[in-house]
């Protein structure tokens, strides 16, 4: 290719850069309207378990060991007294399942059914921050809003019942999400309970009025 070829063709990727610019922004926003959102039901948990073992198996492999990956699934998974209390939601595109998580009015910080230690007692909103809990994103669907979609969701609903301020503890996949929804980290802490030691983040974000 010549000079001359060279800065033609730079100039004709600069003339068009609006168009590429308008369409990237219309696939992203085609996506946003395709994100559909709903509380979850008793009739999603199986659909629910088969994503979170693909998101705990896959999206953690960047940051955790095998040992470490396999130890996790003692201190995750579904609390289901998110769904009896009508605060866990999934996020669907195009009708299938993407993603799901969910928020807390209960001092239980994170687990699942499994996990030891839950605490069901209420948090009193003037005093206690409430929990994002269970965020998983299907491994097939990362990148595409649904995490942010769904923190948007539980702050409001946080929010409304009075809250001031909410915390959660994140995974290593999980803290880049978190930090750019605001979220800060306020503690370091590891969990053996399921053999190897997996390292949290407990983060905490105001909720603003």
Known sequence: ?????????????AADWPNRAAKVKGRRKMEQELLRHR??????????????????????????????????RAIMGLDSQLIEDG??????????????????????????????????????????AARIR???????????????LIMAVCE???????????????TLSGEPLYLVCGYQAIERVEDSRGGANVPLIRM???LEP
């Open 156 to 170: 409001e609903a946080a929010r409304n019942e009075g809250f001031r301020d909410i915390e959660l503890m994140a």
């Open 204 to 206: 905490r974000k105001p």
């Open 1 to 13: 290719m010549t000079k001359g070829t060279a800065v033609h063709t730079d100039a004709r990727r």
């Open 39 to 72: 509380l979850a039901s008793h009739s999603d948990l199986a659909d629910l378990k088969l994503l979170m073992d693909a998101a705990i198996s896959e999206n953690q492999k960047a940051f955790l060991t095998p040992e470490q990956i396999s130890s996790s």
């Open 134 to 148: 269970a965020m998983y994103t299907h491994p097939n669907f990362t990148r595409r809003g649904v995490g942010r």
């Open 87 to 128: 605060t866990y939601f999934v996020v669907e595109i195009g009708g299938v399942l993407a993603g799901c998580g969910g928020w807390s009015r209960r001092a239980t910080l994170y687990g699942g059914d499994r996990t030891s230690g839950r605490d069901a007692a209420l948090l009193d909103p003037a005093n206690d």
